[in-house]
Structure formats: C-alpha cells, structure tokens
C-alpha cells in the first residue's frame, strides 16, 4: 500500500460539525478548494445535538446587554484560566457570527418584536455580575444545535464545498520540515486509502466524551483530531478539565438540556428539597456547570439521592405547565419519555452528573492555528495545522464551560480558521511536499492493526478504558486513585496495541473504523491522566479531593501535555485582552 | 425540473388539475345517470333514445367520454411509467391505451350524434 | 431472545442472506434496537450499521425493523416485537444495499439538494437580523426538525419507482420548510422547478411517511400546501 492515491486541496477539514462546516463555508465562499473529511454524514455530527441555544450578547431580551457582560460571565466561569484575549475576541465578534446564522437561514425562535429569542442559561449575569440574571442564550426552541448544523451544511452546499463524507482520517502528514502538509484518510464505503494533500489541514474533530463510561456525548465522539496531534507529537492543553453536565438521563446518558432549568425547572433531592438554594444562594440551579454537578454528587454521598439506589436527584418541569413545555422544550419531552420513561409534563426527570465536554484540546491561538512551545517556554506556531471547536483549545472556556458557549466557539472560531487560512493562503503560503516515507508514516498505526491477526477484541478493551477513566477520574478526583488509574492505562496501552482486526474486508468496515478510534481513546485518556494528577490543586471542573482549594500561586496556568516526554509542562494564561481592563482573578462564588 | 412530454399536459399541475375536475365531471355524470334510471317508471328504448336526443344531455355526455379520456390517460400515464422500467414496453403500453382511448371517444361521438 | 440480521457483503457474498443471533438479554431492562446491534457487534465485529447520537437526533440508524422504518436508537425493543418472540433486522427498503443495514443513500441527499435547501434573499442583509413575527416562524415547526433519516422516503413506493425523478417526501418537506419561511424570496424560482409531473405530483398521499416519520413530521401536509401554492400561481 506504499503507493497510495493523491487528492489535492487547499485546505483539508477534518470533521464536519458546527466548526467545520463553519470554516469550510469562509473558505469555500472565498473560492479555495476546500474539502471536509466527515467520518459520518455532516448533518449527523455531534453539534446536532446541542439543545439550549448559543449564548451571544445580542441584546434581544435585554436592549442594554453588553458583550463586555458575556467575557466577565466567560472569565469568571472558566475559573480565571480562560485566555482573556480570546473570551474578548468571542464574545466581541459573536454577535456578528450569530446574525450571519440568521441570514443563513437558522429558524430561531423569534420574540414578540421579531427579534432572535435568547432564555436565561447558567452563569449569565448583568453587569459584570451585580445585575442580576441575564438571559442571554439564542435557541431555536430545544434543538439549536440540529438547527445550526443543518443550517451551515445547507450553506456549504450552496457554496460548493467538497465533503468527503463517511472518510475516516487516519494520521496527519508532515514533512521534512515538520510542518503538516495533510492527512491520510480511508474511504469508509470502498476501504480505498488516500492521501489528502492540503496547504492548511484543520482539525474540527470534536470531543471524545467516549473515553468514559457514562456519557452525553454521540458514538463518534472519539478524540480522533487529539489522538493524531498526539501520536504526531504536538501538545495539547488543559486536558484535565472535563465537565460532567448536570443533567444527563439516569442510566442512559442523555442530555437534558440546561435550558430545562433556564426556563425555571429546578432539582430536587430524594426529600423533595430545592437543594442548590444551599450550594448557590444566589444562581441556584443557574449556578457553573461545575458547582451544580459537584452538589448534586455531594447530595448523592449525603444519601439523599432518589430512587432505590440513591444514585441520581430529579429535575421537576412540571410546575412549568404543559403549554410552555410543549413551546419551549419540546425536545427534552420526547427524549424524557423514551430514554427516562417519565412524562415531565406530569413527572421529574431522574439525572445524574455526566461526561459532556473535553475543555481541553489542541492548544491554538484566536486564528485556529495549533501552538506549542519552544525551549523557553515561547508559543510557536505548528505550519499547516489548525484547530477549532471542541479539537481546540483557544482557550476560551479555561476549566469550565458556560452553557451556550460550545455553539459560539464553534461558528466564532470556525469562522476565524477560516479567515486566519483564507489571510494565508493569499500571503502564498508554501511548503515542502511531503516524500513517500512521510506519507508511509502516516500509515503506520493503521497497517500495525491490519498485520494482528490475533489478539484481544476491540469492544472489550475499550470497555475497560471507559471503566476506568469512570472510576478514577470522574467529577472527584484523589491523587493516590489517580496513580493507580494511571497504571491501569499502561496495561491498557499494551492491550491497545493487541488488538486484532476480526473482519478485514474492505466495503464499509466499521470494525477497523472501531478499532482505528481505539487508539485515540487511548491517547486522550492518557493526557487527561497524565495532567489530572500532576495539577495540584482544585479549579473549575478540576476536583481533588486531596487538594481542595484553588492554589492562584503555582496553578494559575495551563498544563501542555507532550506526548513524547508524557508529561506537562505549564503555559502562561493570557490576561491582556485589548480593549477592556483585565478581569482580575476573585473568589469564585454563585 | 423534470420534463416528460408524454404526460397529458406536460405540466404537473396541469395535469393534477384536469384529473381534478374530470373526477368531478364523471361523477356528476354518473349520478345523473343513475338518478335518471331510478326515475324512470319503466325501461325501455324510445325512453333511452330520447334522452339522447336532448341537446344538452349530448353536450354532457361529450364532456364525460373527453374527461374519460383525460382522466384515464394520466392515471395510466403514472402507472406506466412507475412500473414499466423498459421504455420499448412502456411506450407500446401507452400508445396502445392511447389508441383504445382514441377508438372511445370516436365511437361515442358517432353514436351520440347518430341519435 | 432470537435476532435476524439482513447480511451481505459484497466481497463475500453473491446473494444477501438473513443471519440468526441468539442473545441474552439484561433482565428487567428494556433495551432500544440499538444496544441488541451493540451487543451483537461484540459478538460479531463483522457486522456492519450507521449509528451516532443514540439519541434520535441524527438521524444515522434509519433501519427497517420488524417491516417498519424506524430509528434504531429510539425503537424500544418491546414495541419493536410487540408481543412476537424474534427480531428481524433489514435495511431500509428501496435504496442499494452497500453492506449489511448500510444502504447507499446518494439519491436520497441528490433529491435533498435538487430543492435548493438554503435560504434565499437577494435583498442586502441588515446589521442585525432580519426580523421575523413569531406567528411567521411558528409555520416553520414540523418542518425544519427533519434529521434526514430517510424513514420518510424509503417507505414510500412512489419514490422507490422513481427516485431518480419525485423528490420524494423528505426532499418535498424541506422543500416547503424554505417557501414557507418569511425570509425567503425566491418562492416562484422554487415553485418553477416543482411544476414538473414528477418532482411534487407523484405523491399519492398514502401517508406512508406520515405513519413512519421517527420525529412525528407530517410530509404530506407539507406536500399538499405545495400542491396549493402551485395551484395559485398557476391559475
């Protein structure tokens, strides 16, 4: 297989989720040849399932909301390790991004003036939190994110992007030079091996929720973008901070959307008490993703969970009435009733805190270009790789994501890559081709599989590695569990890298896009590992039950982790935005 | 858009149309004819004749067989080309109808205006 | 419980054939058809299906179950045997078969892009966006929620006789979903190109998508407002 097909592009656009299709559509409306490399079907990405809308200052439901009100929220959610440079340039520019969506033709809900609906979503506060809450997330009733993403694959097609639908991308292809000149990718319907020539390779490759257990996230979200930075040897950052969603269904995971609580549903212990009035006298069940998660565990240990287990609370919707349900939350309905059996018309929802969003990823600058460091610690940009979305890491959601913000970091910063390759590429950006050995390389992990022809089961495996991440690095964490977590991954290494291949054929073999997707777990789980221990101190989504408190002093910083040394190196965050004063760090309370 | 030159109007809508008010025209007819024999105290001939012979019921009965045929000719126009994939069999199917139809609607205006 | 899975392979197989499971099931848990798929691949690594969300959003699993289109993901096994002992798993009917429960669903997404599924507006854009009444977008629900499953269309036999030709109802629903939106100006362009006796007429309004549709959309609703709207226009 030495001597595999070409394909040329300008840019290649590895994902085609919300990101994706976002910088897809800049540049092939700028007339670039421009290709996306979707192992699904666009519209079945995971951005299809984002629920509650996207959170933009667009002064719909408030006349007088200020962008510089959504950093400060952004800042201060993000537990003061969000780039502030990159929350102004988001929270700037997302109004814009947003009003382009509308003329894209995204079927928002529309207040009485006509104007984009926007309902209150945790963290959102008025000015610079002494105002009060503020309702600021843009839905398109409880299905935003299908909206949005079917939204930007219908403006693709009008713009003409190439989509390589159902291609898998393998490993990334860098030259002499180390810069990266495209990728290798296999046709999931012929099997068929390719090289994807690209001056500008993108990475929108999502999250990887799949590393654990019990998750919200899709069946794709496998970290593939992370997993082929890593075993290309680039850095990724802050892969330690993981946000458990508060309300995902007991026992099968899926999100209800924090939307439910915007609109006024709130959780209820097994004795039927409000109980986030104790944990955040003010948000209550707006409070950060992270406090509200950590109290619903911390009611769960207190035994007061709900149901014969007391493993899960409840989250009561019916006071809301049936009308403004069906209006407003049609969505959540149709997946209580299926996944919950529960009506929230008449009944609560059980839920429990699980896996939603990787804050972590490839760390870029506000042009989607992927960053590492140079022997002082300096930013050096990677030639020829971008990343944006849940790949990336620009940093903008720090150790905590507010709701709403995954869809604005999405189009803002898919729109930038987009702007940042488009700059780029006129500027005659060149590089040296990529030899046949530099291609073969890029082969690699994919033939090392094929040669097995014995060995342990893919599904088996990555069970185990699901399990484990679960139990040793969950909403809590412990330094001396952590270790032990981290042993079970280096047998868990060894066993990856038995798998055997049981169907070797070629038409549309998910059984080596499974096996292919196993070694991305594995390289995500050991970095969140790997820098989960090593981060002293508890911020954000980040919580050590053996280091209890946020520690400014040493950890006021993002952890690097390079896969060749597997350890961490820090990197500064920056506090220098341009137009506003720096949001100085403060205690962080709801 | 799709074209299709044998379709009876060659027009979507045209043709969904004429189906429309054919339907409409033939039912019309039916029942006239019906309630007209339920009327009648006894059959016969001189009685059948006469009707024809009526200027208006020749008109109404020419508009029934021209809606026959309309109505006929799109509906067997969709089924053929739904069903008969081989173009050779599905344009000798249709002009077959097409010639049957044509002998119908000859026949009844001779026989209508042989009254 | 028995399971009976549509098999082909065209590397290995001449002719599909169906394949017998037997599989444990947890007890006390009703499982979607999804999870039997699942834990048959562990079995069986040579089994081949779509699947993403597993949660009925994105629309990947369109299969047919039990003789009925459905989403795997959100079919409960119980409904799906409704009081018989096996399950029979085949894909969705109509289109070519690639492997297995996978079908090649080209023509489907040709259709889907035939009716020119973005908005259209040849007026500048305003700073903001552009204003629309909530009684105007209220016309835009049960239309704009299509995953593009394809449940729809591969139940419907006017488009599996012609799928090349009639748009078929998923197309057809998208198709209204952009002439009924306020912001859209290109409604008669959109019209013209369905004027056609194919493209909008070979519904015949048996409602076989109706009675399928995962996401509770009714396409022939949708169909008939077109067949109103070309009317008007045209007379």
């Known amino acids: 297989m030495s001597n595999i097909r070409t394909m040329d592009f300008d840019a290649v656009i590895v994902g085609g989720g919300g990101a994706g299709l976002r910088a897809a559509l800049q540049l092939a409306e700028s007339g670039f ?10 519209t079945r990405s995971h951005t299809v399932s984002a629920q509650g809308g996207i959170t933009c200052a667009i002064a719909s439901s408030d006349p007088n909301d200020d962008w510089r009100w959504h950093m400060y929220d952004t800042v201060k959610g993000s537990d003061y390790i969000g780039d502030q440079e990159a929350i102004e340039y988001m929270c700037s520019v997302g109004p814009q991004a947003v009003f382009e969506l509308d003329h894209m033709g995204l079927p928002f809900s529309r207040t009485e003036n006509g104007r984009i609906y926007q309902r209150p979503f945790g963290g959102q506060s008025k000015d610079f939190g002494k105002g009060g809450q503020a309702a600021r997330t843009c839905a398109a009733a409880d299905r935003t994110g299908h909206a949005l993403l079917h939204t930007l694959y219908q403006g693709n097609l009008k713009a003409g992007t190439n989509f390589l639908n159902e291609w898998y991308a393998m490993d990334l292809v860098k030259n002499q030079d180390g810069a990266v000149v495209g990728v290798t990718a296999i046709c999931i319907e012929t099997g068929e091996m390719v090289y994807l020539k690209a001056k500008a390779t993108v990475f929108a490759t999502g999250g990887a929720g799949r590393i654990y257990a019990s998750t919200t996230n899709a069946l794709i979200n496998t970290g593939d973008g992370i997993g082929m930075a890593l075993r290309a040897g680039f850095p990724v950052q802050d892969m330690e901070m993981w946000q458990f969603h508060p309300t995902g269904i007991h026992g099968a995971g899926t999100l209800v959307t924090e939307g439910c609580r915007g609109e006024g549903g709130y959780l209820v212990n097994k004795d039927g008490e409000r109980f986030m009035e104790r944990y955040a006298p003010n948000a209550k069940d707006l409070a950060g993703r992270d406090v509200v998660a950590r109290s619903m565990i911390l009611e769960l240990l207190e035994g007061r969970g709900c149901g014969p287990e007391g493993d899960h609370v409840y989250l009561k919707l019916d006071h809301l009435g049936e009308k403004v349900l069906n209006e407003k939350l049609p969505g959540i309905l149709e997946l209580s009733r299926t996944f919950a059996h529960a009506d929230p018309v008449k009944e609560p929802i059980p839920v429990v805190p699980t896996c939603h969003y990787m804050m972590g990823g490839i760390p870029t600058n506000i042009g989607g270009q992927a960053l590492r460091q140079d022997k002082d610690d300096k930013d050096q940009i990677i030639d020829g790789l971008y990343a944006c979305g849940e790949a990336a890491c620009v940093s903008v959601h720090g150790a905590n994501r507010l709701g709403g913000n995954s869809l604005l970091d999405l189009v803002v910063f898919g729109r930038a890559a987009g702007l940042a390759i488009d700059k780029s590429l006129r500027e005659g950006y060149e590089t040296r081709a990529a030899s046949q050995s530099d291609i073969e390389a890029a082969l690699a992990t994919v033939q090392a599989i094929e040669s097995r022809t014995k060995g342990e089961k893919v599904a088996d495996v990555r069970k185990d590695l699901q399990n484990t991440m679960q139990l040793y690095f969950g909403v809590f964490r412990e330094g001396k569990s952590m270790q032990e977590g981290r042993k079970k991954l280096e047998t868990l290494r060894e066993r990856v890298n038995n798998v055997a ?29 790997i820098a989960a221990e090593q981060r002293t101190e508890s911020r954000g989504a980040h919580a050590r039950e053996d280091f209890t408190e946020r520690d400014d002093e040493n950890w006021l910083c993002h952890t690097m982790y390079y896969p060749a040394e597997k350890g961490i190196r820090k990197r500064a965050v920056n506090f220098s935005p341009t137009t506003v004063d720096t949001f100085e760090p403060m205690v962080r309370t709801y | 858009m799709v074209r299709n030159i044998t379709s009876f109007t060659g027009n979507g809508v045209a043709d969904w149309l004429v189906q429309r008010v054919s339907a409409v025209i033939l039912a019309a007819y039916t029942v006239f004819l019906t309630l007209w024999f339920l009327a009648l105290p006894e059959w016969s001939y001189e009685a059948w004749s006469g009707l024809f012979a009526q200027g208006w019921v020749k008109v109404f009965t020419l508009l029934a067989i021209l809606s026959f045929v309309a109505h006929a000719w799109i509906g067997i126009w969709t089924a053929t080309t739904d069903y008969l994939k081989n173009t050779t069999v599905r344009v000798l199917v249709q002009l077959t109808v097409i010639l049957v139809l044509f002998v119908y609607l000859i026949l009844t205006f001779d026989a209508v205006w042989g009254v | 419980m028995k399971v009976s899975v549509y098999r082909y392979n065209p590397e290995a197989d001449r002719k599909p054939y169906m394949q017998d499971y037997t599989l444990d099931l947890p007890e006390g848990k009703d499982l979607m058809v999804l999870d039997v798929l699942n834990l048959l691949k562990e079995q069986d690594a040579t089994l081949s299906y779509r699947r993403s969300c597993r949660e009925g959003v994105c629309g990947s699993d369109g299969m047919n179950i039990n003789g009925r289109n459905g989403l ?56 903001i966006e552009r204003l629309q009444s909530p009684e105007d977008r209220a016309k835009l629900d049960g239309l704009y929620e299509c995953i593009l499953c394809a449940c729809c269309s591969t139940s419907c036999p006017s488009f599996w006789w012609n799928p090349e030709r009639f748009v078929g109802p998923a197309g ?17 362009e959109r019209l013209a190109e369905l004027d056609d006796p194919f493209s909008v007429f070979r519904c015949r309004g048996i409602m076989n998508c109706v009675n399928v549709c995962p996401k509770g959309l009714n396409p022939t609703r949708a169909i008939g407002h077109i067949r109103s709207m070309l009317l008007k226009n045209a007379t």
């Open chain 1, 501 to 529: 291949l049981e169907d070797t054929s070629k038409a549309f073999n998910t059984a080596r896009i499974e096996a292919l997707e196993l070694t991305n777990l594995l390289e995500v789980a050991e970095a969140t590992a």
């Open chain 1, 33 to 42: 040849k421009t290709a996306v490399v979707s192992k699904v079907f666009p």
């Open chain 3, 72 to 127: 795997a993901c959100i079919t409960p096994l119980s409904q799906a045997l409704n009081g018989k002992s096996s399950l029979v798993v085949r894909p969705l009917p109509g289109l070519p078969v690639v492997r297995d429960l996978v079908i090649d669903m080209s023509l489907f997404y040709q259709q889907y892009e035939k009716i020119k599924p973005y908005l259209q507006n040849d007026e500048p854009a305003p700073a």
């Open chain 3, 172 to 188: 057809l629903l998208q198709a209204y979903r952009f002439l009924a939106d306020s912001r859209d100006t290109a409604t008669d």
